[in-house]
């Protein structure tokens, strides 16, 4: 009878783990994650979840990612934007901008952005589309 409520235990602890590694992996976090490879799609957000741009970005090039269209802010709200330095000591290496939008109400936006170097007057040199959809 001990080694079967031993057994059972140990499943149990067993189960506990994995269910709090898999909380682990996922950050245990509400936001949706997209890079580049999202530009010209659509995603869906529930109301209070959060999106994150992430793009690669060189700050060595004087290069960097700005919001050009902001569509319907009270539906998708910018909440900020960092750097994200390369893990590299290489000179020139690109890093990564992280842009985070809150989703306030239900509706749909498009966000518009735009690299390039903000002391030149030419058409950006990459852009990211996304249409976010709030339900």
Same mark, same amino acid.
């Given at each position: 009878?001990?080694?079967?409520? *031993?057994?059972?235990?140990?499943?149990?602890?067993?189960?506990?783990?994995?269910?709090?590694?898999?909380?682990?992996? +996922?950050?245990?976090? &509400? &936001?949706? &994650?997209?890079? =580049?490879?999202?530009?010209? @799609?659509?995603? $869906?957000?529930?109301v209070g979840q959060s999106l994150v741009v992430t793009l690669e970005?060189?700050?060595?090039?004087?290069?960097? *990612?700005?919001?050009?269209?902001?569509? =319907? $802010?009270?539906?998708?709200?910018? #909440?900020? &934007?960092?750097?994200?330095?390369?893990?590299?000591?290489?000179?020139?290496?690109?890093?990564?901008? $992280? *842009?985070?939008?809150?989703?306030? @109400?239900?509706? #749909?936006? +498009?966000?518009?952005?735009?690299?390039?170097?903000? *002391? $030149?007057?030419?058409?950006?040199?990459?852009?990211?589309?996304?249409?976010?959809?709030?339900?």
């Amino acid at each position: 009878m001990k080694r079967v409520l *031993w057994a059972v235990f140990g499943l149990i602890l067993v189960a506990g783990f994995a269910v709090g590694a898999g909380a682990a992996c +996922t950050g245990g976090s &509400n &936001n949706l &994650n997209v890079d =580049d490879s999202y530009s010209g @799609k659509q995603v $869906e957000l529930s109301v209070g979840q959060s999106l994150v741009v992430t793009l690669e970005s060189n700050a060595s090039t004087g290069y960097s *990612w700005y919001l050009v269209q902001n569509s =319907d $802010e009270p539906v998708l709200n910018n #909440t900020g &934007n960092k750097y994200i330095a390369p893990q590299t000591t290489l000179v020139g290496a690109p890093g990564k901008e $992280e *842009w985070t939008f809150k989703a306030l @109400k239900k509706g #749909t936006r +498009t966000i518009f952005m735009g690299y390039s170097r903000y *002391w $030149e007057s030419t058409p950006p040199a990459k852009t990211f589309t996304l249409t976010v959809v709030v339900k």
